[in-house]
């Protein structure tokens, strides 16, 4: 089955600064990236995702960018608000029938006012 | 806020008692999963459903049981059996398995 890599496990920044999240997974067939964000007490909400037929994607102030060869995508948030601090979670699923999104550890990220 | 719909938001149940979680979707999605989480940790699998009267285990279904009956429905029985069911679960549900998932609010669930 799939596995998927999560890090940093927590990320503090500056507000204003970029923040960047990766994640890597093991099994070539997956081609659905979602990412996730989960405010204290609340459900994950997608805020992006990808496919395997595109090699980045943005909306505003977050970008995603994914790199099918070594098996890895990555959240790109610039210009951070305290707003943003939450958690974020990646997933990847394989087109195949009885697979299902399989979602890293998460990333506690904290922006500092 | 509306299309899936977790009820109560928060549960408490004495220990050795079985409790069943409400998950409910007006998305007419086939897919459907619950997911525990922890405090700091990640979302774990513990079932999911790819259509109506078919269910699968996912990586820590004991302790657990679901059924899907319908649907709209696909609840969440905590068993005595569960060791440590102290902890936040979150249903969600899909168009099918290989798109985004949408997530309830969560049931918070405490045993004492």
């Known amino acids: 089955g799939e596995n998927v890599e999560q890090h940093p496990s927590t990320l503090s920044v500056q507000e204003g600064d970029s923040a960047v999240i990766k994640c890597t997974y093991s099994d070539s067939a997956s081609n659905y990236f979602p990412w996730y964000k989960q405010e204290l007490g609340k459900r994950p909400q997608l805020i992006i995702d990808i496919r395997s037929n595109v090699g980045e994607k943005k909306d505003q102030r977050i970008a995603v960018t994914l790199n099918k060869t070594a098996k890895h995508f990555s959240l790109h948030i610039t210009e951070t608000q305290p707003e943003d601090s939450a958690v974020y979670f990646c997933a990847a699923t394989p087109n195949n029938a009885g697979n299902m999104l399989t979602f890293g550890g998460g990333t506690r990220l904290m922006v500092k006012p | 806020d509306g299309g899936i719909t977790q009820s109560p938001k928060y549960l408490f149940r004495k220990e050795g008692q079985n409790v069943t979680l409400s998950c409910e979707q007006n998305l007419n999605h086939d897919a459907m999963y619950w997911y525990r989480q922890d405090p700091g940790q990640g979302l774990r699998l513990i079932y999911y459903?790819?259509?109506?009267?078919?269910?699968q285990k996912g990586d820590i279904a004991e302790g657990y049981s679901v059924s899907r009956e319908k649907k709209e429905s696909f609840p969440l029985t905590v068993t005595s059996a569960q060791k440590n069911p102290t902890a936040f679960y979150l249903c969600a549900s899909s168009i099918n398995m290989n798109t985004e998932a949408f997530f309830g609010q969560g049931t918070r669930l405490t045993v004492v």
């Open positions: 459903s790819q259509i109506v009267n078919d269910f």
